[in-house]
């Protein structure tokens, strides 16, 4: 055949239509007849290569069963580190390519000039150098006339003789050693190129047989669809019998991969179903509700595995390492066990267990859904963003179209085995699907098959549980009424009161634990409703206790705090706002059902919890249905159900009882009206009045955040606090400025408030939230490598964006919501106090005194001074207030600044308690006062304001060292970007005893 291109006009217009007979073909050679600069051609990986360099094709790469890539084998006389593959796309290949018949004969040229230049080589080697001395004047060794008898011993011309012999041996011996070293290393380089000649050779060959190779696996693969339709390696456990589906039901195909675990909820306490309960699952599943909710069509199949995580089949006490190796390793063969996918299949009320590693291991999915399919094309940048869809012309669409391909593979087995299960074992018998049919055939499957994508089904879009739960936590309040499994929370950080204080080291467990002393009541219900209450560590409900330590101990019943932050949100769901339809949507939803497990114990007692609710305020309802039909307010019937339930929580959560007043009384008419008034604010709207709001704050520069209405009929605003009302020594503000506003015939009325709250209050509803944002520099710690630290990006700040609610506050509000805002002023107004006291007020009698009981009072094995520590200003720690303190040793302060008679008396204390005191005493005849810089957690300085001089600081310290690590006024923004801790305030009693700190000191207190 002509190895030439053979052109031919088509009458198409100008067009030119190329017909190749030469197709390029595995193992043959190819000449570059254009010298290819890679970075200038898109649609090729490979090095820049010079025209006339002949290179083997080794394999072709097909999509869409046309040649898509070629690869050709790199040239074997390169070097190491560029013996990769040249790829080019089959668009650009003849532009750059001929073909070479006479392929072997160039490669035959090149081998015998390699042979050539290896026997060069191999004569240089065996040559000596050509800048050795010559032989000859090395024949005579002078060092042989060195004692001859009857001369002298050495003259200094035979001693020049032998330094000069020497001189030239050593010359000699190196010019030969890197004479052979380099000619030995070429040598091993063209030994190695001749390798790679003759490995070529071989892909030669390899690459003719790949045509075969390709038959051979393609029958191979025949045979192992031909085994599946056997029903080889295939297992079917029935586990349910009954009716057969009606004879004209499809099959439908759900595309998803459900868990036992998460559906049947069998086996809580022992972590949840596994592959080795299989007997109790063909018992759970005779509940037709469930089954129903799993596979709804009655002939239908999806895949399903025992388990979605990992499980702890069995711990062992053992400490050894040998021993929790062989217990991780059963947990995790196991639990790989319990993962593996397998299918269920409904027909009727019959249900069948299909399992085969061959079929069914690796699916996520039972068929392909036009989602999947395009996910595989999708083209990603550098940063593994998508950024568009593969095409025919990039280089990557060859590898991501044969993974598309293996996918529709893995597909076409599982229609395979259901092909042969129908036509050799029966199954399906009673549908309609007829005998010996091709399941392959995409008119079969249209006249048969049904397939439902979830993802792309029409209906309610509901967010993910726990948005929705963190949704109505965000009410998390006093007076809010929450329900809280507290099985999930029965932990020392959450209910520390049933613990022991101290904790001891557990030496299987290898960490420390809290004993625990106090159990729940037995009587008491798995998830409990309570009113929320608050104290200085936060809000918390009250849990019935028992003594559960020492049975020789007897101890009274007791209320226990169980505090609901962090990890315990996840088990708590405020209620007062929370639809009952809401809650069914979730207990039977196929797409939320992923978690099912983790809330579903709650939300059933929140359903019925809700609905008794809403049977004891039916009359109340119908009522302020009734007055807003009479108003005639436009309202949607669904939407007004949901404004009255926000209504009654809001004027219920206003009370203090929390208890509905009885019909007729001023209270109940206070309390109707209340929730009567915000019904009206959820339904007329509120345009007016936020326009009001928008044009004060514009008058008078505010950020407004939320407009609210209490259960008390008072409107209140949340601002951005100003200047003026946010101290800086705080840091960011975690508060918002809350303002008394009026709607009255005089206009809007906007009253000052001195309560800084943040934005969570179950006694209120929200009318209108503010949303705005602004641009910020993107923060270099999540900085991609190669991304313009210039950029911006926007930040959503307004209401939803200023706090952080549920269980994602920010870490900085903490000091907040464990103290008032005034308390924390005033622990930062400590420094100036004690600095005051400190200076004015310090009397060393006293100091004395204290420092000589407090060595009384302590082991006489360990002794411990007493510290002398003033607050001497404010630190901002990583955004967080803390007080800087300087500490000191009191005696030594007292020996550098008393008089005679406190240095005595400090002395006869010291010679009476230590058993060698002499060290001690010749300490403090000139003691050096060294101040140490810690600071004071603002709750802990809070309760420490009237301890001034004794006691000790635990946090963290500074010394002149630190300088780095402490922000500098003076410094630059790039200076102080890493630098997370910013002195706020130092009063001049901290700059006299802290001289180094003054420089780094933002303004003076």
């Known amino acids: 055949m002509s190895q030439d291109l053979v052109l031919s006009k088509v ?23 254009k010298k290819v600069v890679a970075k200038k051609e898109r649609q090729c990986n490979a090095y820049d290569l010079d025209k006339g360099l002949v290179l083997l094709l080794r394999s072709v790469v097909l999509a ?42 160039v490669r035959e040229a090149e081998l015998k000039d390699l042979g050539e230049r290896m026997a060069e080589t191999q004569r240089l080697l065996m040559q000596p150098p050509p800048d050795a001395v010559p032989v000859a004047l090395l024949a005579h060794d002078p060092v042989q006339q060195v004692g001859v008898p009857g001369q002298a011993l050495a003259t200094p011309d035979l001693i020049n003789q032998i330094q000069l012999h020497v001189a030239r041996v050593e010359s000699n011996a190196k010019a030969l050693a890197e004479w052979t070293g380099q000619h030995s290393a070429t040598l091993s380089e063209q030994a190695t190129e001749l ?32 085994k599946i339709y056997c029903g080889e390696g295939i297992s079917i456990t029935q586990l349910r019998d009954g009716e057969p589906a009606e004879r004209g039901e499809r099959l439908h195909v759900y595309q998803e991969l459900l868990s036992f675990d998460e559906e049947t909820l069998i086996h809580l306490d022992q972590g949840g179903a596994d592959h080795t309960h299989v007997d109790e699952l063909a018992e759970v599943l005779r509940d037709e509700a469930l089954v129903s909710r799993m596979l709804p069509a009655p002939l239908s199949m999806v895949l399903v595995r025992f388990r979605a995580g990992y499980k702890e089949f069995i711990k062992t006490t053992d400490p050894s390492m040998a021993a929790q190796m062989a217990t991780a390793k059963y947990n995790a063969e196991m639990t790989a ?42 083209k990603t940048d550098y940063l593994g963003r998508e950024v568009g869809v593969l095409s025919r012309e990039d280089m990557e669409y060859a590898e991501a179209w044969q993974k598309q391909m293996g996918a529709l593979d893995r597909f076409a087995k599982v229609l395979v085995c259901l092909w042969g299960l129908r036509d050799t074992k029966g199954l399906l018998a009673d549908s309609a699907i007829p005998l010996f049919s091709n399941w392959l055939d995409p008119a079969f499957q249209d006249a048969f098959m049904t397939l439902v994508d979830q993802s792309s089904m029409l209906g309610v879009q509901r967010p993910l549980y726990a948005n929705w739960r963190d949704t109505h936590n965000a009410y998390l309040a006093p007076g809010a009424t929450v329900a809280v499994l507290r099985r999930k929370c029965m932990r020392q950080e959450f209910i520390p009161g049933a613990y022991a204080t101290q904790p001891r080291y ?43 330590g020492h049975r020789d101990v007897q101890r009274e019943a007791r209320k226990g705090k169980l505090y609901l932050h962090g990890g315990a949100l996840q088990h708590t769901l405020v209620v007062d706002r929370v639809r009952a339809s809401d809650l069914t949507y979730y207990l039977q939803s196929r797409q939320a059902r992923v978690d099912y497990a983790e809330y579903i114990e709650l939300f059933q007692a929140a359903r019925t919890w809700v609905r008794d609710r809403d049977t004891i ?66 339904l007329a709207g509120s345009a007016d009045r936020v326009a009001a709001i928008e044009a004060w704050s514009g008058q008078n520069d505010r950020l407004p955040l939320r407009l609210v209405l209490s259960g008390k009929d008072a409107w209140g605003l949340y601002c951005v606090p100003t200047a003026d009302e946010h101290d800086s020594r705080l840091g960011s503000a975690v508060h918002a400025t809350y303002l008394s506003v009026s709607f009255g015939s005089g206009g809007l009325q906007v009253l000052a408030s001195d309560r800084r709250l943040l934005m969570a209050n179950a006694g209120e509803q929200v009318v209108h939230d503010w949303d705005w944002s602004e641009e910020r520099a993107v923060p270099w710690e999540v900085e991609w490598h ?220």
């Not at 239509?17 to 007849?33: H, L, N, Q």
């Not at 001074?865 to 800087?884: E, H, N």
């Open 617 to 682: 305020e039916g009359p109340y309802r119908d009522q302020l249905q009734a007055a807003v039909v009479a108003a005639q307010i436009p309202h949607d019937i669904d939407a007004l159900q949901d404004a009255i339930t926000d209504a009654l929580a809001v004027a219920r959560t206003a009370r203090r009882d929390q208890a509905i007043p009885t019909p007729g009384t001023p209270a109940f008419r206070s309390y109707f009206k209340a929730a009567l008034d915000v019904l009206h604010a959820l």
């Open 11 to 33: 009458e198409h217009g100008s067009v030119e239509r190329i017909v190749r007979f030469d197709d390029p073909r595995p193992g043959t050679y190819w000449r570059v007849k």
């Open 337 to 378: 066990e319990s993962r593996r996918a397998r299918l269920l299949l409904r027909d009727g009320g019959r249900l069948y267990l299909l399992e085969s590693e061959d079929v069914f291991d690796g699916l996520t999915q039972l068929m392909p859904n036009s989602a999947s399919l395009t996910g595989m094309l999708a």
């Open 506 to 548: 557990d030496q299987y467990q290898r960490k420390s634990v809290y004993d625990k002393f106090y159990k729940v009541q037995p009587d008491t219900p798995e998830v409990m409703f309570a009113r929320v209450q608050r104290d200085r560590r936060g809000c918390y409900v009250e849990v019935p206790l028992v003594y559960d």
């Open 786 to 1005: 190669g991304v313009d630290r210039a950029r911006k990006h926007r930040v959503q700040l307004g209401a939803k964006g200023w706090l952080w609610d549920g269980p994602r506050r920010h870490e900085n509000q903490s000091w907040f919501e464990r103290m008032p805002y005034a308390a924390g002023v005033q622990a930062l107004d400590l420094c100036k106090s004690q600095s005051a006291w400190f200076e004015s007020e310090l009397s060393l009698d006293e100091l004395t005194a204290q420092a000589i009981h407090w060595m009384n009072t302590q082991s006489k094995k360990t002794v411990s001074r007493l510290s002398l520590r003033v607050a001497i200003g404010t630190v901002l720690m990583k955004g967080k207030p803390r007080v800087l303190t300087a500490t000191t040793d009191a005696i030594f302060y007292v020996c550098a600044n008393g008089n005679h008679e406190q240095r005595e008396a400090l002395r006869g204390a010291i010679e009476g308690i230590y058993s060698n005191p002499a060290s001690h005493l010749e300490a403090i005849k000139a003691p050096e006062v060294r101040w140490r810089v810690r600071s004071l957690d603002l709750i802990d300085a809070h309760l420490a304001r009237s301890h001034v001089h004794f006691g000790t600081a635990t946090n963290a310290s500074f010394c002149e060292h630190d300088k780095d690590y402490i922000k500098d006024p003076g410094a630059s923004v790039e200076q102080n970007r890493k630098r997370e801790v910013e002195v706020t305030s130092l009063t001049p009693l901290g700059a006299r005893l802290v001289p180094w700190l003054a420089t780094r000191t933002r303004a003076a207190a």
């Open 64 to 105: 869409e069963g046309e040649p898509h890539t070629y690869v050709l084998a790199p040239h074997p006389s390169w070097p190491e580190d560029e013996q990769g593959t040249q790829e080019f796309h089959a668009d650009v290949f003849h532009k750059y390519f001929e073909p070479e018949p006479n392929g072997a004969k």
């Open 195 to 226: 390798a790679k000649f003759h490995t070529e050779r071989a892909q030669v060959s390899l690459a003719l047989a790949q045509a075969q190779q390709e038959g051979v696996q393609g029958a191979l693969r025949t045979v192992e669809n031909l």
